[in-house]
């Protein structure tokens, strides 16, 4: 730590939402120069603690201390005016718009002509902290991870000495990970103070100075990183032993499910994607595709849930291709929970049958039997643990964790031929993670076909029989897991093949 000042302290805040405490009377001490990581479980108070210290809405009780004065925050911009920066885990950008428009929005000297001299400040940040990404796409061309990166290069600009960062290595690979991991070291040097708040229990343990841990609302401790481990961290959060070794019987593989040979794409900006393609997946098994953002995965996770056309080649499932009404079901969890997984105004209830609301026993002929549709869904919200366990709540309400809960009760129903599950745990805690494992798990060998797309290579060696690495638009490497030596996997991803 370079300055012993407190750079924000709580004292006692407490934040009341109808029928829960979010946040009960917490006290924390954050200086200047120093990477505090917060833990917890979905639910725990993070994100409420969060939105307190941002000026989305004041605390109940409690002082909120910047620099020694009381503050009260009452909007974003006054948080931003002070030095507090946020990183959400959902980035809140304009897609139709550039990142250097985006950049721009919200600068205080950028109303005539604004991205003017904006690229000579964004190339002296990515000179000093190697972030990179094109100034001119457009937001919806980016993946997860480069829109999150966009997102704490404007908290930067925004002059953040506060940088709160939510989940910003849940997209990430390896090394853009431990490049991220550098910059949040230069920004500790400098002074500024950071908030990185993520499940990854190693990823905490490797950053942060000191480690907060919040369970139901309340602070049970903050400890240094050096006097702690992974297994007293998830204890901490969850009350119980976390079992981080998952029990995965040997796969017994049947008949081809996914074929895809020689398959070729273009993305939406018209430019080649997938460039001859070619996987197979069986029956019984999990086949991981690991591999850098922005290599095809989006345009391979389309073409077989059926929302992209081939431009050549081949790709069937059960022999049947992906975009025809034919085809056997697909339990499909997408990348974007809020923006594809969801009707978010409708409620828990309804969001359970979308596949299946026009069929007996929930409905009869024209008409929903919503007495059904509601016994059925309190039945899976309480085999999936979903919180609030309230079918008639608007599905927008749940937390990330929940949500996936929701998208998978949802998915694995009536057990589909083949699941895609795209960043399956992606902003989940431990306890949630280990439930989406198992299910992942449970389901193959119950002889679904599953395609696991994920940027984390220890879920994707961890769950995978087989680990097939994309790049450029081609499966570059392929390895059995339980075999598969990740400097390879890490060099496969970064397009060296040996």
Same mark, same amino acid.
């Given at each position: 730590?370079?300055?012993?000042?407190?750079?924000l302290?709580?004292?006692?805040?407490?934040?009341?939402?109808?029928?829960?405490?979010?946040?009960?009377?917490?006290?924390?001490?954050?200086?200047?120069?120093e990477?505090?990581?917060?833990?917890?479980?979905?639910?725990a108070?993070?994100?409420?603690?969060?939105?307190?210290?941002?000026?989305?809405?004041?605390?109940?009780?409690?002082?909120?201390?910047?620099?020694?004065?009381?503050r009260?925050l009452?909007?974003?911009?006054?948080?931003i005016?002070?030095?507090?920066?946020?990183v959400?885990?959902h980035?809140l950008?304009?897609r139709?718009?550039?990142v250097?428009?985006?950049l721009?929005?919200g600068?205080?000297?950028?109303?005539?002509?604004?991205?003017?001299?904006l690229?000579r400040?964004?190339?002296?940040?990515?000179?000093?902290?190697?972030?990179?990404?094109d100034?001119?796409?457009?937001v919806w061309?980016?993946s997860?991870?480069?829109?999150q990166?966009?997102?704490i290069v404007?908290?930067?600009?925004?002059?953040a000495?506060?940088l709160i960062?939510?989940?910003?290595?849940s997209?990430?690979?390896p090394?853009?990970?431990s490049?991220?991991?550098?910059a949040l070291?230069?920004?500790?040097?400098?002074?500024?103070?950071?908030?990185?708040?993520?499940?990854?229990?190693?990823?905490?343990?490797?950053?942060?100075?000191?480690?907060?841990?919040?369970?139901?609302?309340?602070l049970?401790?903050?400890?240094?990183?050096?006097?702690?481990?992974?297994?007293?961290?998830?204890?901490?959060?969850?009350?119980?032993?976390?079992n981080?070794?998952?029990?995965?019987?040997?796969?017994?593989?049947?008949?081809?499910?996914l074929?895809?040979h020689?398959a070729?794409a273009?993305?939406d900006?018209?430019?080649?994607?997938?460039?001859?393609?070619?996987?197979?997946?069986?029956?019984?098994?999990?086949?991981?595709i690991?591999?850098?953002?922005?290599n095809?995965?989006?345009?391979?996770?389309?073409?077989?849930?059926?929302a992209?056309?081939?431009?050549?080649?081949?790709?069937?499932?059960?022999? @049947?291709?992906?975009?025809?009404?034919?085809r056997p079901? @697909?339990?499909?969890?997408?990348?974007?929970?809020?923006?594809?997984?969801?009707?978010?105004n409708?409620s828990l209830?309804?969001n359970?049958?979308?596949?299946?609301y026009y069929?007996?026993?929930f409905?009869?002929?024209?008409?929903?039997n919503?007495?059904?549709?509601?016994?059925?869904?309190?039945?899976?919200?309480?085999?999936?643990h979903?919180?609030?366990?309230?079918?008639?709540a608007?599905?927008?309400?749940?937390?990330?964790?929940n949500?996936q809960?929701? @998208?998978?009760?949802?998915?694995?129903?009536g057990r589909p031929a083949?699941?895609?599950?795209?960043?399956?745990?992606?902003?989940?805690?431990?306890?949630?993670?280990?439930?989406?494992?198992?299910l992942?798990?449970?389901?193959?060998?119950?002889?679904a076909?599953?395609?696991l797309?994920?940027?984390d290579?220890?879920?994707v060696?961890a769950l995978?029989?087989?680990?097939?690495v994309i790049?450029?638009?081609?499966?570059?490497?392929?390895?059995a897991?339980?075999k598969?030596?990740r400097?390879?996997?890490?060099?496969?991803?970064?397009?060296?093949?040996s």
């Open positions: 730590m370079t300055e012993a000042k407190h750079l302290s709580l004292k006692n805040v407490t934040k009341r939402f109808p029928g829960v405490v979010a946040v009960d009377r917490m006290s924390l001490e954050l200086p200047g120069g990477v505090h990581a917060l833990l917890g479980e979905n639910g108070g993070k994100t409420t603690l969060v939105n307190m210290l941002y000026g989305f809405y004041p605390p109940d009780e409690g002082e909120i201390i910047w620099r020694g004065e009381v009260r009452r909007s974003p911009q006054e948080a005016r002070l030095g507090i920066g946020l959400p885990q980035p950008l304009v139709a718009h550039t250097l428009e985006n721009a929005l600068m205080p000297s950028a109303f005539f002509f604004p991205t003017r001299g690229e400040r964004i190339a002296r940040l990515v000179e000093r902290y190697g972030f990179r990404f100034p001119n796409a457009y061309q980016l997860e991870g480069e829109k990166r966009v997102e404007r908290a930067l600009l925004q002059g000495k506060l960062l939510d989940e910003p290595t997209v990430l690979t090394q853009e990970a490049e991220l991991f550098k070291e230069h920004m500790r040097n400098e002074g500024k103070t950071v908030v990185f708040i993520s499940h990854k229990l190693e990823e905490v343990l490797a950053v942060a100075d000191r480690i907060s841990v919040l369970r139901k609302g309340r049970v401790g903050t400890i240094t990183a050096a006097q702690a481990s992974k297994e007293q961290l998830a204890r901490m959060m969850v009350g119980r032993e976390v981080f070794q998952r029990s995965k019987p040997p796969a017994r593989t049947g008949r081809i499910v074929e895809l020689n070729r273009k993305n900006r018209g430019l080649p994607a997938l460039k001859g393609l070619s996987l197979e997946l069986r029956q019984g098994e999990i086949l991981g690991a591999g850098v953002a922005g095809g995965q989006r345009e391979l996770v389309e073409i077989v849930t059926g992209r056309r081939l431009e050549s080649g081949r790709a069937t499932i059960n022999g @049947i291709p992906p975009h025809s009404p034919r079901r @697909i339990g499909h969890v997408p990348e974007d929970r809020r923006r594809q997984g969801i009707v978010p409708l209830a309804e359970l049958v979308l596949h299946d069929k007996p026993p409905s009869r002929g024209p008409l929903l919503y007495r059904e549709i509601y016994t059925f869904a309190a039945a899976q919200i309480k085999r999936y979903i919180e609030p366990p309230a079918p008639t608007p599905a927008r309400l749940l937390s990330g964790g949500l809960k929701l @998208i998978l009760a949802r998915e694995l129903y083949l699941i895609v599950a795209v960043h399956p745990t992606y902003g989940l805690d431990v306890s949630a993670t280990e439930m989406v494992h198992d992942l798990i449970k389901s193959s060998r119950e002889g076909a599953v395609l797309v994920s940027e290579l220890d879920e060696m995978s029989d087989r680990i097939a790049f450029d638009g081609g499966i570059v490497g392929e390895a897991a339980h598969a030596d400097g390879r996997i890490a060099m496969w991803m970064a397009g060296v093949v």
